[in-house]
């Protein structure tokens, strides 16, 4: 599993691109993380990129979760 992440604090939003193989409980974690760092970068919108996963068991009823 890999996320790369990229703050943009100008426009308030995060881009996380992910790639590799990734369970739903990876995202989850990135995620959570990401909203914790958010609050001091004053980013209110997430853009996820999963073009790059080659592998998951992740579904439109799991990402509605995040």
Do not use: W
Request: with cysteine.
């Amino acid at each position: 599993m890999a996320a790369l992440v990229h703050f943009t604090p100008a426009q308030q939003v995060c881009f996380v691109r992910y790639q590799g193989l990734h369970r739903v409980d990876d995202v989850k974690l990135v995620f959570d993380e990401l909203e914790s760092q958010a609050k001091y970068q004053n980013c209110f919108r997430f853009l996820m990129d999963l073009s790059l996963v080659t592998s998951c068991d992740i579904n439109k009823e799991d990402l509605r979760l995040l």
